[in-house]
């Protein structure tokens, strides 16, 4: 289902795109370069902020655009290490974004690593049978404004708690595409987003410092290959063989290991840094040593980092986490193999952080009123 809003989000336009509407209106294109300073340096949120710009201008952009096409609705934090904003778009959808922050060894929490983990979809139509953001299907995708506004949510919140000078880069360190929906399923919305966020008149936020991930659209991977932006690439796994993998990931069946590993491998070629594989471990399903073994192979050939995130449990699902000595005995099989891994444990998982699971209540909440 595709949603038209009534106005296009000035969040969703390049500096070319807006100086063209700018000056097919007779106003003059430097404005353009203007209003972008105004959303990203200074990041106001009116255009009765926007000083500088003359009175008939301002009022050309509220006939035209509208600012924030997001509204945050709950911004929860639990512990010192996860936040999370659940935010209402104009068709009243809601979609996640989550702030992380990972204390670094030797550091306070003031210097710690922060990384946001931003939606690009309403729902997934992937299916992942873990997986919370499936579970409700999908609604649609969210357009490039939906997704850069959730960055300067975070943004402006942290703008407020840390007295920083505006006129500064964004004030977290890593941008994660790991919220909801399949990023390589809104190809075209991932890519203006990417231009916007990595542009300097935009965020001006580093490629490297960007994450995709994926569930695995193998010819959207060789695409995004030669896009020319070095973003990272984060490949949910999550079953080393096509027997495991196909049986809690559909999309495995479309394009199973002989085909995804390869488009990985191109992908690793091609921009030379280390990948990133996602292994959830999920009791009984994926997680004996015959699979960390397969895995290892993976890992190698491919050159790739291997993150084990132990199952979050998700309500209405019944996957269970294995214990803490089966996850250890996991990883230990990867260690051997002299394969770089880390397992993530028990970040956000009090306050619903894996994707989906926050708005997964919500929508309950709101039916659930809605029916009394
Ligand atoms: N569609 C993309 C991005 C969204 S999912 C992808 O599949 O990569 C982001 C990550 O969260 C994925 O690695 C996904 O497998 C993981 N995830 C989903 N549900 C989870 C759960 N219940 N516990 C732990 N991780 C989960």
């Not at 702030?99 to 979809?121: F, N």
């Not at 000078?165 to 809104?186: K, T, Y």
């Not at 009791?283 to 050159?303: C, F, M, P, T, V």
């Not at 980092?305 to 996850?327: A, F, M």
Request: net charge positive; hydrophobic share 40%.
């Amino acid at each position: 289902m595709a949603f038209t809003p009534q106005k296009p989000s000035l969040f969703g336009e390049t500096l070319e795109s807006l100086q063209e509407q700018i000056e097919a209106a007779g106003f003059k294109g430097f404005r353009a370069k203007q209003v972008m300073d105004w959303l990203y340096k200074k990041r106001v949120d009116s255009w009765d902020a926007m000083s500088n710009l003359p009175k008939d201008f301002r009022s050309w952009l509220g006939d035209n655009f509208i600012l924030y096409p997001t509204d945050s609705v709950i911004d929860k934090r639990s512990d010192d290490i996860t936040q999370k904003l659940l935010l209402e778009l104009e068709d009243k959808s809601l979609i996640e974004t989550v702030l992380i922050r990972a204390p670094q060894e030797g550091v306070g929490q003031k210097d710690s690593r922060k990384t946001v983990c931003v939606s690009i979809q309403v729902g997934c139509a992937y299916s992942c049978k873990f997986c919370a953001s499936g579970l409700a299907g999908f609604r649609r995708n969210l357009m490039a404004a939906e997704v850069v506004s959730q960055l300067m949510h975070i943004c402006r919140r942290e703008d407020a708690h840390t007295n920083r000078a505006r006129e500064e880069i964004a004030s977290f360190d890593n941008i994660v595409f790991m919220g909801m929906g399949e990023p390589l399923s809104n190809y075209k919305t991932l890519i203006r987003a990417l231009r916007i966020i990595n542009a300097q008149w935009g965020l001006n936020f580093g490629a490297r410092r960007i994450t995709v991930s994926t569930s695995g659209l193998a010819p959207q991977i060789l695409k995004l290959a030669e896009e020319g932006i070095a973003v990272r690439l984060a490949i949910s796994l999550h079953g080393a063989t096509n027997e495991v993998r196909s049986q809690i990931m559909p999309v495995n069946k479309r394009y199973p290991l002989e085909t995804l590993l390869p488009a990985a491998k191109a992908f690793q070629q091609r921009h030379g840094r280390m990948l990133t594989l996602e292994f959830i471990l999920i009791e009984g399903i994926n997680d004996s040593l015959d699979q960390a073994e397969e895995l290892s192979k993976i890992a190698r050939e491919l050159h790739a980092h291997v993150n084990c995130i132990p199952y979050n449990t998700v309500e209405g699902l019944d996957w269970k986490r294995p214990s803490i000595r089966r996850q250890d005995a996991f990883v230990d099989v990867l260690r051997k193999a002299k394969v770089s891994c880390t397992i993530r444990r028990e970040k956000g998982h009090a306050i619903n952080a894996a994707c989906g699971q926050l708005r997964l209540k919500t929508e309950k909440d709101r039916e659930s009123t809605a029916v009394r």
